[in-house]
């Protein structure tokens, strides 16, 4: 689901259309009503969204959902340029979703992404994080953003990394520490490890990204997908508590938030084959075969096509967020709004 291409769009279009559509049931099963996400009221709550000309519109609408329970409004909007030597600017539809959250009294992050047509891009960190100069162009890029656009700060959402990258991006993010203001923020998206040396490995060297980073954004999802495993949990609870166990012997709890999907996985009888559904289009997909599994906290289900579907909907991520509480974690960050079901406090 993190593969951001051209298709999203559509899909952010086709979530926000039914979502309003389905529903729950009270036992769990049989998914056919949508239940809310209910986040404790101590935990801060980021929402995200993609800027996409086509679906402007839906995203505001998701945002405007759940407006009430939403602190911080993350908006992925820029990119790494080819050869790692720039930042592409925001464009308007990332400037209306800034707006539209500033105006409800809520915070912008821009997030930055080394991703393209095909996805998230290890080559393309490697340029920019290995290169001083190129470096600096995409810090004065973001800090341009900040200052002249009105963003409240900068997301840093850098995957496919490896353990080279680390010392870059270190360094990448004391330089854009550096240049911004002082009351400009700075997060960023880790992708998880079940151990502490397995952060390294995946390009983030956690205890020395805190002399700049404020607040991570742990993405506890993907556990399993289309394309990379077999039919499994988004993010299954007991691997979550892995995953963030093992980042807090690393990260403050303070300064850490839960990465919760919203949205889901349908394979087909091939395995892998298949694709990321919004929450909406999974209920639809499950033809009333749906039910709760209570060991992952997903729903999960197999209508008789061949095709197996899992998916972390608003009951899925009320436990994520029950467990960062008792962590006493920051909050909770959801992938994202347009695809997910709508959130309030609990």
């Known amino acids: 689901m993190r593969t951001l291409t051209t298709g999203t769009a559509a899909l952010l279009l086709a979530a926000s259309l039914a979502v309003t559509l389905t529903s729950c049931s009270a036992d769990g099963n049989n998914p056919t009503v949508a239940p809310q996400a209910k986040i404790p009221a101590g935990l801060a709550v980021e929402g995200y969204a993609i800027a996409s000309p086509d679906a402007t519109t839906a995203a505001v609408e998701a945002f405007d959902r759940s407006e009430a329970a939403i602190d911080t409004v993350g908006v992925s909007g820029v990119a790494i340029t080819t050869g790692g030597a720039g930042v592409a600017p925001s464009d308007e539809s990332a400037n209306s979703l800034r707006e539209a959250a500033q105006s409800a009294g809520k915070k912008a992050e821009l997030l930055v992404v080394n991703a393209g047509q095909d996805g998230f891009s290890g080559e393309l960190a490697t340029q920019l994080l290995s290169s001083r100069a190129n470096r600096e162009f995409v810090v004065s890029g973001l800090t341009g953003e900040v200052v002249n656009g009105g963003w409240d700060g900068v997301q840093i959402d850098f995957e496919s990394l490896s353990a080279a990258d680390a010392p870059g991006l270190v360094d990448f993010a004391a330089e854009l520490r550096d240049a911004l203001p002082d009351d400009a923020t700075i997060s960023m998206a880790v992708q998880p490890s079940t151990d502490e040396t397995g952060y390294i490995d995946l390009g983030y060297d956690l205890a020395a990204l805190s002399d700049s980073v404020d607040r991570f954004v742990l993405m506890a999802y993907d556990q399993h997908g289309t394309g990379f495993s077999e039919p499994g949990p988004v993010g299954g609870l007991p691997w979550v508590g892995e995953v963030l166990d093992a980042a807090l012997e690393l990260v403050p709890a303070d300064r850490l938030d839960l990465g919760v999907a919203g949205y889901g996985y349908r394979w087909t009888g091939e395995g892998t084959a298949g694709g990321?559904?919004?929450?909406?289009?999974?209920?639809?997909?499950?033809?009333?075969?749906?039910?709760?599994?209570?060991?992952?906290?997903?729903?999960?289900?197999?209508?008789?096509?061949?095709?197996?579907?899992?998916?972390?909907?608003?009951?899925?991520?009320?436990?994520?967020?029950?467990?960062?509480e008792s962590k006493g974690l920051h909050g909770v960050a959801i992938w994202q709004l347009t695809t997910g079901d709508p959130i309030r406090r609990g």
Request: net charge negative.
């Open 276 to 324: 990321a559904v919004s929450v909406a289009e999974a209920r639809t997909g499950a033809q009333s075969t749906g039910s709760w599994d209570a060991e992952q906290a997903e729903y999960t289900a197999s209508p008789g096509d061949g095709s197996t579907l899992w998916w972390s909907d608003g009951r899925s991520i009320t436990a994520r967020a029950d467990l960062a």
